[in-house]
Nanobody, 115 residues
Framework: QVLLVESGGGLVQPGGSLRLSCAAR????????IHWYRQAPGKQRDLVAS???????NYVDSVKGRFTIARDNPTATAYLQMNNLKPEDTAVYYC?????????WGQGTQVTVSS
């Protein structure tokens, strides 16, 4: 079992920035693909960004140029830097780790973009 703990969410004005963290208690963290998802009220959970063990990044079109995913393997932590936030980015953000067919989710962190 991999424990993932997200943090860094909060209330921010449009155009503002937040950095989410995903701390993993897992010595094999460096082998995992890490993903950030988000789920707005009444909507499905959607993939936002992913990063492979080699550091290859992928983003959904709606966040390209605004969000950056990163990982720090020695501290077993992943990040999602979110800039130029928009009201439509409001959602609960979840971290997911995948490796060898296993999938683990964090508990989520709320991001609210509002003036």
């Amino acid at each position: 079992q991999v424990l993932l703990v997200e943090s860094g969410g909060g209330l921010v004005q449009p155009g503002g920035s937040l950095r989410l963290s995903c701390a993993a208690r897992e010595i094999f963290f460096r082998y995992y693909d890490i993903h950030w998802y988000r789920q707005a009220p009444g909507k499905q959970r959607d993939l936002v960004a992913s990063i492979t063990p080699a550091g290859i990044e992928n983003y959904v079109d709606s966040v390209k140029g605004r969000f950056t995913i990163a990982r720090d393997n020695p501290t077993a932590t992943a990040y999602l830097q979110m800039n130029n936030l928009k009201p439509e980015d409001t959602a609960v953000y979840y971290c997911k780790a995948t490796w060898k067919g296993s999938t683990y989710w964090g508990q989520g962190t709320q991001v609210t973009v509002s003036s």
